[in-house]
T-cell receptor
Framework: AQSVTQLGSHVSVSEGALVLLRCNYSSSVPPYLFWYVQYPNQGLQLLLK??????LVKGINGFEAEFNKSQTSFHLRKPSVHISDTAEYFCAVSDDDASGGSYIPTFGRGTSLIVHP | NAGVMQNPRHLVRRRGQEARLRCSPMKGHSHVYWYRQLPEEGLKFMVY????????ESGMPKERFSAEFPKEGPSILRIQQVVRGDSAAYFC?????????????FGPGTRLTVT
């Protein structure tokens, strides 16, 4: 079974700073990887996903993530955050279709990002 | 194109009552997933349904919880005889295909409070 670890349940940064949110997964084969964002009192929405190909994935709102197979990581970063980026961020992993595994993604526990002026 | 709809957004029930949560997937999506979110615990998968079929209910508690996705109408998550521990946010998500590569589209959630 997949597992996802998000290091740091809370991250607080100043507006304009670089932010790095960490995600590590356990899998014997490269899975599909996702980052979702949840704004207060809303559902999750997709920021970006990695299926295959280039290990650097660009998403919405200036976010990007890099898949690192050797470190089994998929860290999310943004070079310059804005106050509006304050939200909960979830990393998710699912088995690729060829592995015959579950289609159900496994979510990390989330990282709460607070951006202050 | 309307997104995933959930209602009610907030639901208050007394212990022992029944809670019914509704989810209408995005147009053209025939796969529905239910999750429960507790503070500081992230999302926990409950059940995966297609029209008229339960595909995976490995995350559903064995008692009091049930889900359906009829041929017509929304998907329903039903909790009988609610207890305080059922208080949580319940999210529904939908996707268009049976494939791990497709992201899920989430509704705004139903926040259940059991008093």
């Amino acid at each position: 079974a997949q597992s996802v670890t998000q290091l740091g349940s809370h991250v607080s940064v100043s507006e304009g700073a670089l932010v790095l949110l960490r995600c590590n997964y356990s899998s014997s084969v490269p899975p599909y990887l996702f980052w979702y964002v949840q704004y207060p009192n809303q559902g999750l929405q997709l920021l970006l996903k990695y299926l295959s190909g280039s290990t650097l994935v660009k998403g919405i709102n200036g976010f990007e993530a890099e898949f690192n197979k050797s470190q089994t990581s998929f860290h999310l970063r943004k070079p310059s955050v804005h106050i509006s980026d304050t939200a909960e961020y979830f990393c998710a992993v699912s088995d690729d279709d060829a592995s015959g595994g579950s289609y159900i993604p496994t979510f990390g526990r989330g990282t709460s990002l607070i951006v202050h002026p | 194109n309307a997104g995933v709809m959930q209602n009610p957004r907030h639901l208050v029930r007394r212990r022992g009552q029944e809670a019914r949560l509704r989810c209408s997937p995005m147009k053209g999506h025939s796969h529905v997933y239910w999750y429960r979110q507790l503070p500081e615990e992230g999302l926990k998968f409950m059940v995966y349904l297609q029209k008229e079929n339960i595909i995976d209910e490995s995350g559903m508690p064995k008692e009091r919880f049930s889900a359906e996705f009829p041929k017509e109408g929304p998907s329903i998550l039903r909790i009988q005889q609610v207890v305080r521990g059922d208080s949580a946010a319940y999210f529904c998500a939908s996707s268009p295909r049976t494939s791990s590569s497709y992201e899920q589209y989430f509704g705004p959630g139903t926040r259940l409070t059991v008093t």
